[in-house]
């Protein structure tokens, strides 16, 4: 198999943004109200790292405290922009007239071609962890779009289920890629099957696994490429991995 990178859970960027000082016009919240971002490609600040994989530019593993801690509103173009939200509550705002509360398991795709703004806030009281996805269109100045779905953790034990993509039941965004989840139990093997052309991403929710004969644990990810199918091997019980599909 033809590895890109292994990337552990180490060696991703962090960022550390209190609403305080020069953060105060872009993080929400109280004065001790913090967002942590674990980078996996370059991203703002952090520029010493991976430039992306692919038409994905931004993965991004991110906490954010309770009580109204999050991101003000802000504008985005030209990029499809995902939330995957792992705990907590995330509440979403933006200029499509949209106003959602996604917990554990929800997830949204908002595109926001021609341009479009949005706010992202944890009013909980429990922290909020959400995994961030940024993707280039297919089409530049394509008209805005906000969708929302959920994964569904019954149906989708022990099997690869396709979250984002051309695939029944999944978020269409217009571009060459997909976004899948696995949880599964310990001691089985699952096949992902890719078009060889695109680039492959698995990130470790949570868990062990082994891909490509790399033992990857939490937070690691692997990349690969010029390949038509993975084997993930799962090593534990309550293994969570997020498998990315994308045109190179």
């Known amino acids: ?39 996996s490609f370059n991203f703002h600040e952090y520029q010493s790292g991976i430039p992306g994989l692919g038409v994905m530019k931004v993965f991004g593993d991110e906490t954010f405290t309770p009580g109204g801690t999050g ?19 995330l509440t979403h705002i933006n200029t499509i007239a949209k106003v959602d509360e996604l917990r554990e398991d929800d997830y949204y795709v908002f595109a926001a071609g021609s341009g479009g703004k949005h706010s992202e806030l944890n009013i909980g009281e429990q922290d909020l962890h959400v995994i961030y996805v940024w993707m280039l269109p297919g089409q530049l100045l394509a008209p805005l779009s906000y969708r929302r779905n959920r994964f569904d953790r019954a149906a989708g034990a022990n099997r690869i289920t396709c979250l ?13 890629v997909k976004v899948s989840r ?5 001691d089985r093997t699952h096949v992902y099957r890719a078009a060889k052309a695109n680039g492959i991403y698995t990130f470790v929710v ?9 033992i990857l644990t939490r937070r690691d990810s692997l990349a690969l490429e010029g390949e038509d199918k993975i084997e993930i091997k799962v090593r534990t019980a309550g293994t969570d991995i997020l498998v990315v599909e994308t045109k190179l």
């Open 1 to 39: 198999m033809s590895v890109r990178f292994i990337l552990r859970a180490g060696d991703r960027g962090y960022s550390y943004l209190p609403s305080t000082g020069l953060n105060a016009s872009y993080v929400a919240g109280h004065p001790d109200g913090v967002i942590t971002r674990h980078s």
């Open 71 to 89: 991101y003000n509103m802000h504008p985005h173009h030209n990029f499809i922009i995902m939330a995957f939200v792992l705990g907590g509550t």
């Open 206 to 214: 949570e868990g062990d696994v082994e891909i490509a004969e790399a």
């Open 182 to 186: 696995l949880l599964s139990d310990a």
């Open 164 to 176: 984002v993509g051309d695939e029944q039941g999944a978020l269409p965004i217009g571009q060459t």
